[in-house]
């Protein structure tokens, strides 16, 4: 199936810094989609990207929709203890069913106080 | 409203024993899914109902069965489990409507073991 490359896999930082992720693919998306799932718990949806150049903020959080339409990026500023959980991305791949999403396989952050 | 609930919410089964896991959604979305999530491969479908009465099989849908009872519940039912179906199943619901079409929302997940 498609590929989402999520990137880092992982992250260890210090309460109060900035985080960037972000995810790419070789193929073109038509929606960007940023969960965050805590330890137990289903994932939450953080920010929905419609369209391509598209900047968005949820609080501390900023996405953007890449140009190409072929990648994304999640920002977290002046990061807090509660941010620690796993971000995943998720794109609706264009040309593809309406009803199925293609997932990143995250991005664990840990942020030590 | 609860969202989207799933029950149990952890369960143990001997190889070749059979159970649901139900799902319900209360925000009247039209189309819901089930997920499971394994360490190092992320969420992967296995069916999805796109309406009440239709059903479609996902990337993974081998060795499970579902029925979409109505609007609001969607179950998935494993007829003979094996120790490879042990995994965190996730429900999820997405109204599709022109202005949100693929938000989908989560239920809070069932862990189940297959021993």
Not at chain 1, 66 to 72: M, N, Q
Not at chain 1, 90 to 102: C, E, I, V, W
Not at chain 2, 46 to 51: D, K, T
Not at chain 2, 59 to 68: A, L
């Amino acid at each position: 199936g498609q590929q989402l490359n999520q990137s880092p896999q992982s992250m260890f930082i210090q309460e109060g810094e900035d985080v960037s992720m972000n995810c790419t693919s070789s193929s073109i998306f038509n929606t960007w989609l940023w969960y965050k799932q805590d330890p137990g718990e289903g994932p939450v949806l953080l920010i929905a990207l419609y369209k391509a150049g598209e900047l968005t903020s949820n609080g501390r959080l900023t996405a953007q929709f890449g140009i190409t339409r072929k990648d994304s990026f999640l920002n977290i500023s002046a990061s807090i203890p509660s941010d620690v959980g796993i971000y995943f991305c998720a794109g609706q791949l264009s040309g593809g069913s309406n009803y199925k999403l293609t997932f990143g396989k995250g991005t664990l952050l840990t942020v030590n106080p | 409203n609860a969202g989207v609930t799933q029950t149990p919410k952890f369960q143990v089964l001997k190889t070749g024993q059979s159970m649901t896991l139900q799902c319900a959604q209360d925000m009247n979305h039209n189309s819901m899914y089930w997920y499971r999530q394994d360490p190092g491969m992320g969420l992967r479908l296995i069916y999805y109902s796109a309406s009440e009465g239709t059903t479609d099989k996902g990337e993974v849908p081998n060795g499970y069965n579902v029925s979409r009872l109505n609007k609001r519940e969607f179950s998935l039912r494993l007829e003979s489990a094996a120790p490879s179906q042990t995994s965190v199943y996730f429900c999820a619901s997405s109204y599709d409507r022109v202005e949100q079409p693929y938000e989908q929302y989560f239920g809070p997940g069932t862990r189940l073991t297959v021993t």
